[in-house]
């Protein structure tokens, strides 16, 4: 990646790190694993938005950094290595604001993403329900047309933050076809509109994250329908590729194993401890040049899906390996109630979230699917 | 060539290796991408003819006319450059037929000097795949002063490094063979009445099996780049090529013949020809113990919050 190797971005890459540790010397960055999952700090991301590190591959006319995607990817991947709290903009950041910019309208584009890069305005996903999780396609939740807009009848599930975002960009049908992927549509739903109700679901930690976000006849105006009616399908898979192929997809532990070095280094290590450590490092090592190469093909405008695909098995399995090898390497009782920030703390948090690695997103098995789906094309042509 | 260019080669020359395709064969890496260059950095005159290496440890090398008078931090002095040399080269690559490039510590530091099998006695071998790995004995073998060259450590470190990154880039190649003929494979055998991968099951372990691929290659492609603009400095790049490189293999292997059946166990199939190469590679300039050791090192010799600049390369 030689991209990455050029004087700016390595200023960049140091830029953020200043930053980092003023913010640990404040008490914000505390190394935290899946801190992109439940780490929700308005301020925090309001300061990384002042930076312009929100937002960055945004047009400049949108208020972004019209930097691209390596340059985002720097950032991103500085702060989750650090475990630093940045779920309140994530969605956000990842995926509205990319979604907006290419399906949205002028209007919305001049609306949203200025806000977005200003850290002043956060985002969810409606897309799972009860019946739809892998096959998405079964949506039941409903947009009818009414004058002036659309009325959304339906419940969403696993919807992250609805309780403490703005928005959420909902999927809904539109209008019955043979072919289930015909007739979605995506909307933007203000989540303190009339209708909406949002009721916790707590993870098996007791922390909240997760909602049924019920929408009751909520009234969308026009202007809030996201892209064309009827082409939900092509641009829920389109954000696919942005959501599945970044550092959050093998960094989310990350901040563990500098807990065990951080354990290790006042101690002499064993051969056994050094092998398996090192282990791990080359594999993340690996996992990142490939997730690289992702990124750089989005910055091209290249098609990525099936890289990207491949990227989020590979390197969220790693994300959970981790977790244990870690236990291995220095063995401890995981205790969720011991000081914050201690190796056993950290150790229950990391295992308590593994889980959720290989669902979220799109589950491994699916995304190995669309993998051996695609070789087997290119196999056949060829 | 750029050395990324080169190792794409090297890369091809794994994935075709044992086929009968003209590019296939190994030994030609052994010479152009490790010992010649580096024998040309040495500026050693060579005879002509092939090239292998290697870094050899454990061999008792000493002067070969000592300065009784002359004792320096180093032990006796030479009154030239020449060397005699006891010890064994073990499991050279095709050493019976080609000139060895030899990296040791000798009596006043590393040194690089060329020998000549004819001038051994060759115990032959060969690995998992059939590639001649053969076991030269040196008993007072001479060196002229001409030929042995005092060389500094980067070279050296050098060395190991471009011996293991071309081992690894045909570790590459021999991967993405394993997944092309699984691949194709599965599309055309016909079990309950379809190819078998429309099978869920199938599907599964085959989308691994190209990510493990996938994955060496990146970090070859990476550790590549890395070499070609930091030279002996790439040590944790190509450390980490290699380590995943050696680790990836039992599950590429595994899988693979798990999606060939009964045939992939056999002559009948070319699948052998490159996981009995993987199973092989992968102990071959270092395997995923020695560098991966070497990565655990390395990060327990700095601060824990310089684990995630190690990884990247940048500080
Ligand atoms: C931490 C986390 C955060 C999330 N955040 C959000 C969010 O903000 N918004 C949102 O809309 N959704 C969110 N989700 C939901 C997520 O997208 C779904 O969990 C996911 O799509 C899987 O659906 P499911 O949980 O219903 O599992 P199911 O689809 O019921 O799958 C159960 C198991 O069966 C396997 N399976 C299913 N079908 C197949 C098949 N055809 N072939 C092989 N195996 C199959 C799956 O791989 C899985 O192992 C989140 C999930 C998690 C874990």
Request: glycine share 22%; no cysteine.
């Given at each position: 990646m030689t991209a990455l190797q050029s004087v700016q971005t390595l200023e960049l890459r140091r830029e953020v790190r200043r930053f980092l540790s003023e913010e640990r010397a404040r008490g914000t960055?505390?190394?935290?694993?899946d801190s992109w999952l439940t780490g929700w700090h308005p301020e925090f991301s309001r300061r990384l938005a002042e930076r312009?590190?929100?937002?960055?591959?945004?047009p400049k006319e949108y208020?972004?950094?019209?930097?691209?995607?390596l340059a985002r990817v720097v950032v991103i991947e500085e702060l989750l290595a650090a475990g630093?709290?940045?779920?309140?903009h994530w969605v956000a950041d990842r995926q509205a604001a990319p979604s907006i910019l290419n399906h949205g309208s002028e209007e919305q584009k001049k609306r949203f993403l200025p806000a977005i890069a200003e850290g002043r305005c956060f985002f969810s996903i409606g897309m799972s329900e009860e019946q739809a999780?892998?096959?998405?396609?079964?949506?039941?939740?409903r947009a009818e047309r009414v004058a002036g807009g659309w009325r959304l009848t339906g419940t969403k599930k696993w919807t992250g933050g609805a309780h403490c975002n703005d928005y959420a960009i909902v999927l809904a049908r539109t209008s019955e076809h043979?072919?289930?992927?015909?007739g979605l549509s995506q909307f933007i739903v203000?989540?303190?509109?009339?209708g909406v109700r949002v009721e916790p679901i707590r993870l098996l930690?007791?922390?909240?994250?997760?909602n049924y976000f019920h929408l009751d006849g909520v009234e969308v105006p026009d202007?809030?329908?996201?892209?064309?009616?009827?082409d939900g399908w092509a641009q829920v898979t389109g954000e696919l590729a942005f959501e599945r192929s970044g550092p959050e997809r093998y960094l989310s532990t990350f901040p563990l194993l500098v807990a065990v070095v951080r354990e290790l280094s006042d101690k002499a290590a064993t051969a056994d401890q050094q092998v398996r450590l090192g282990a791990l490092m080359a594999r993340l090592y690996a996992v990142r040049q490939l997730s690289l190469g992702v990124a750089a093909a989005l910055d091209e405008g290249r098609p990525a899906d099936v890289q990207a695909a491949l990227v989020k098995d590979l390197g969220t399995r790693l994300e959970g390996e981790l977790v244990h090898e870690v236990r291995r390497i220095l063995p401890v009782a995981a205790d969720a109630?011991?000081?914050?920030?201690t190796y056993p703390e950290l150790l229950a948090l990391a295992l308590l979230h593994t889980p959720a690695y290989t669902l979220r997103g799109g589950t491994n098995e699916i995304l190995r699917g669309i993998i051996t789906r695609a070789v087997e094309h290119k196999e056949q042509q060829s | 060539m750029s050395i990324p260019q080169q190792l794409a080669r090297v890369r091809t020359a794994g994935c075709t290796a044992?086929?009968?395709?003209?590019?296939?064969?190994a030994p030609l890496t052994e010479d152009t991408f490790v010992a010649r260059p580096l024998a040309e950095r040495a500026e050693l005159a060579l005879r002509e003819g092939p090239l292998t290496y290697c870094l050899a440890t454990g061999l008792v090398i000493r002067w070969?006319?000592?300065?009784?008078?002359h004792v320096g931090p180093a032990g006796t002095m030479g009154d030239d450059a020449a060397l005699r040399v006891c010890g064994t080269l073990p499991?050279?690559?095709?050493?019976r037929g080609a000139t060895v490039l030899v990296a040791a510590q000798g009596p006043g530091g590393p040194v690089l000097f060329p020998v000549d099998p004819a001038r051994t006695s060759v115990e032959t071998g060969a690995n998992l795949a059939g590639e001649p790995r053969d076991t030269l004995h040196l008993s007072d073998y001479q060196v002229p002063a001409e030929l042995a060259r005092p060389v500094t450590p980067e070279l050296l470190s050098e060395f190991e490094l471009r011996a293991a990154l071309s081992r690894a880039a045909l570790m590459a190649g021999a991967a993405q063979r394993c997944v092309q003929l699984t691949v194709a494979h599965t599309a055309t055998r016909i079990q309950f009445g379809r190819?078998?991968?429309?099978f869920q099951a199938v599907k599964q372990e085959e989308a691994r099996l190209i990510e493990e691929s996938a994955l060496v290659g990146a970090a070859v492609e990476a550790a590549g780049e890395a070499l070609e603009r930091l030279?002996?400095?790439a040590r944790f790049e190509v450390a980490a090529a290699k380590a995943q490189a050696s680790a990836s293999v039992a599950e590429i292997a595994r899988i693979a013949h798990q999606l060939h059946?009964?045939?992939?166990?056999?002559?009948?199939?070319?699948?052998r020809l490159a996981t009995t190469r993987l199973w092989s590679w992968r102990d071959e300039d270092g395997d995923e113990a020695y560098w991966s050791a070497r990565l655990g090192r390395a990060a327990l010799t700095?601060?824990?919050?310089?684990l995630w600049s190690l990884l990247t390369g940048a500080n």
């Open positions: 960055v505390l190394g935290r694993p312009g590190w929100v937002g960055m591959a945004l208020g972004g950094g019209g930097l691209g995607f630093a709290p940045v779920s309140a999780g892998s096959d998405l396609a079964s949506v039941q939740t043979e072919d289930r992927h015909q203000d989540l303190r509109a009339p930690t007791g922390e909240h994250t997760f202007g809030m329908l996201l892209g064309k009616e009827g109630g011991a000081t914050p920030g | 044992g086929t009968g395709s003209a590019a296939g064969s070969a006319h000592p300065a009784v008078f499991r050279v690559p095709g050493a190819p078998l991968g429309h030279g002996a400095e059946g009964a045939i992939g166990f056999t002559e009948l199939s070319e699948l700095q601060r824990p919050e310089q």
